[in-house]
């Protein structure tokens, strides 16, 4: 069974940093492809960042230049460097986790299976 636990979520000021992780559990983590949405009150749920088995990574326009996903397979974690952060940053985000995911949906979350419960940003101004 997969299993997905994100943490590192909280409160900052705009301008400031926030790194999220994702441990995942259940199966073969190097394997899969992962990645992070976020979803605002009222909103739909929007990709935010993806990295594939081979650790190439992929950015919404929002969030490139700010945002910095990686992954490390020895500790089966999902990380989300965000720096620069802005008030239109406030989510809950979530990890999702697929065994591949065509590179022309890998923002569309009906790709993806396996899903995080989430760990709330809020940015204040």
């Known amino acids: 069974q997969v299993q997905l636990v994100e943490s590192g979520g909280g409160s900052v000021q705009a301008g400031g940093s926030l790194t999220l992780s994702c441990v995942v559990s259940?199966?073969?983590?190097?394997?899969?492809?992962m990645a992070w949405f976020r979803q605002a009150p009222g909103k739909e749920r929007e990709g935010v960042a993806a990295?594939?088995?081979?650790?190439?990574?992929s950015y919404a326009d929002s969030v490139k230049g700010r945002f910095t996903i990686s992954r490390d397979n020895a500790k089966n974690t999902l990380y989300l460097q965000m720096n620069s952060l802005k008030p239109e940053d406030t989510a809950m985000y979530f990890c999702?986790?697929?065994?591949?995911?065509?590179?022309?949906?890998?923002?569309?979350?009906?790709?993806?299976?396996?899903w995080g419960q989430g760990t709330q940003v809020t940015v204040s101004s």
């Open positions: 990295i594939d088995n081979e650790g190439v990574p």
């Open positions: 999702a986790a697929d065994y591949r995911v065509h590179p022309s949906f890998l923002f569309d979350r009906a790709f993806w299976k396996n």
């Open positions: 259940g199966y073969t983590y190097s394997t899969y492809c």
